[in-house]
């Protein structure tokens, strides 16, 4: 660092020697939080704005470092802004650039009450909300696209799963819309979590307050927060919303992940139900036959790496002292991370979904007969026996099938059945052997009936509008 720079450096009063070059770059975040130069500039602006409404900068003053304010985020927006060795991240980048255009002597002031401190915290929420702005966006549009799929796909059944056997037979639009509820709660939690998001820390100083009285609610209120965070120690240590953004994604990745689970399964050969768009599968190197679900693996996979970021980060909150210390500066690599990682994965996940082609005779052809032993336990119970009983009568049935050598309980004869219990009618075969008819007897709230599904499509449009 030169003489000069030292004496510079923002805490370069109190600091003589130079730092080891090493330690420099370790202390630097520039790398990683000028994305939020936009953040930083907005908010220099509001707060000398307040300044000036406290009379500490005139308005002549305003005017000037509104104008170099501008000037700055053109350069930045224009991707001509030039960092300088020195600048140790956005808040000293951009102060040092403000006094270049305009003068030290009137740039000296707008820092004047404010901390770094106080400015990170309140970057980094301005900026979060606005990702997740557009993360809410998006995950909207997959959520119609599940909606949608569902809606023209209401036809189409296949075999649902407990243990991965085959269980019961369902509509492929339940399955999908099992998903869908998942992300319809978790932009439920999203929006929620925005409110907590939108805090205003500034005013708060480097941890005790403003000495000259700032306007906290004024600034609050131009850059669009929903209110002040009342405590100014919290206000410049809290992490939480950090954290809380990066333990939705991993609960979103979750969901990602298993849903993609499910659907490369559904896309093996020995499956065969779906099938990938090819802008959404490689192939293989070496094997010229190979179409490999790699966009769904990603999707699983990425469910690791944005945990990761989660834990990874509770460790650096954990035992850390009150207020502002340098660890908090890890709160950025990751949660940046998080945010590109969810964003892109909500983009393919709904480009995968939207061109994904269903093969609805693998589907029907994968429903076997045992998967209505539970219907014809029922057919019993609707004429008055009790389940406990059916359920054993059915499984007798299924035990004659299997000992008379047949594909499946539907190939049974009546007197067969009779032969079991006396009270099968001649109804049986065609009220019991329909998987339409399994399927469409679910008819309460979140059964796979017709009905039961438009419901489900028709609250989650609600959601949604
Ligand atoms: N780059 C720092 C961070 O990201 C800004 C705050 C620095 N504050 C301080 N007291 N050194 O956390």
Redesign the pocket.
């Known amino acids: 660092m030169s003489e000069e720079n030292k004496l510079k450096s923002l805490w370069g009063g109190r600091f003589t020697g130079s730092l080891d070059p090493l330690m420099a770059l370790y202390n630097a975040?520039f790398p990683y939080?000028q994305k939020m130069y936009q953040a930083d500039i907005e908010g220099t602006r509001v707060y000398t704005a307040a300044l000036a409404k406290l009379g500490l900068l005139t308005s002549d003053e305003l005017t000037k470092i509104h104008s170099g304010l501008a000037d700055i985020l053109a350069e930045w927006d224009a991707g001509q802004f030039k960092a300088s060795p020195d600048d140790?991240?956005i808040?000293t980048a951009n102060e040092r650039r403000l006094s270049e255009l305009i003068g030290k002597e009137v740039a000296g002031k707008v820092h004047t009450g404010r901390?770094?401190?106080d400015q990170?915290a309140t970057d980094m929420r301005l900026y979060v909300y606005e990702q997740l702005t557009q993360i809410r966006d998006i995950l909207k549009e997959l959520l119609s696209v599940f909606v949608s799929r569902a809606e023209v796909e209401i036809d189409v059944l296949m075999p649902g799963y407990t243990h991965l056997q085959r269980a019961q037979p369902i509509r492929w639009s339940h399955w999908l819309l099992s998903y869908a509820t998942y992300l319809s709660n978790d932009l439920q939690r999203l929006e929620q979590l925005m409110e907590r998001v939108n805090m205003s820390p500034l005013g708060a100083g480097a941890l005790a307050g403003h000495p000259y009285g700032i306007d906290r609610e004024y600034i609050a209120k131009e850059l669009h927060f929903g209110g002040v965070i009342p405590n100014s120690l919290t206000a410049v240590s809290d992490r939480d919303f950090v954290v809380e953004v990066m333990f939705w994604g991993s609960l979103f990745m979750n969901h990602i992940s298993r849903f993609s689970e499910d659907m490369i399964i559904y896309s093996t050969a020995e499956f065969g139900f779906i099938s990938l768009a090819d802008a959404y599968s490689t192939g293989s190197s070496l094997m010229p036959q190979k179409k490999n679900a790699d966009s769904l693996e990603l999707l699983r996979g990425k469910s690791g790496r944005v945990f990761g970021s989660m834990a990874g980060f509770m460790m650096t909150l954990k035992s850390l002292p009150s207020t502002?210390n340098?660890d908090?500066?890890e709160d950025?690599e990751p949660l940046f991370d998080v945010l590109t990682t969810v964003s892109h994965s909500i983009s393919i996940a709904t480009g995968v979904l939207s061109t994904l082609s269903v093969n609805k005779e693998k589907m029907y052809a994968a429903l076997t007969p045992d998967m209505l032993a539970t219907d014809l336990a029922d057919y019993l119970v609707r004429k008055g026996v009790p389940f406990r009983e059916t359920h054993h009568i059915s499984g007798a049935a299924v035990k004659l099938a299997e000992v008379k050598g047949l594909s499946g309980i539907d190939k049974l004869s009546l007197a067969e059945l009779q032969s079991v219990d006396a009270r099968f009618g001649e109804d049986v075969m065609a009220e019991v052997f329909d998987f339409e008819k399994s399927v469409e007897r679910r008819t309460a709230i979140g059964g796979t009936a017709k009905v039961a599904v438009i419901d489900q499509i028709e609250r989650l449009r609600k959601k949604l509008a």
Request: aromatic share 8%; charged share 45%; proline share 0%.
């Open positions: 975040s939080d140790e991240d808040h901390s770094r401190n990170v502002y340098k908090l500066q950025k």
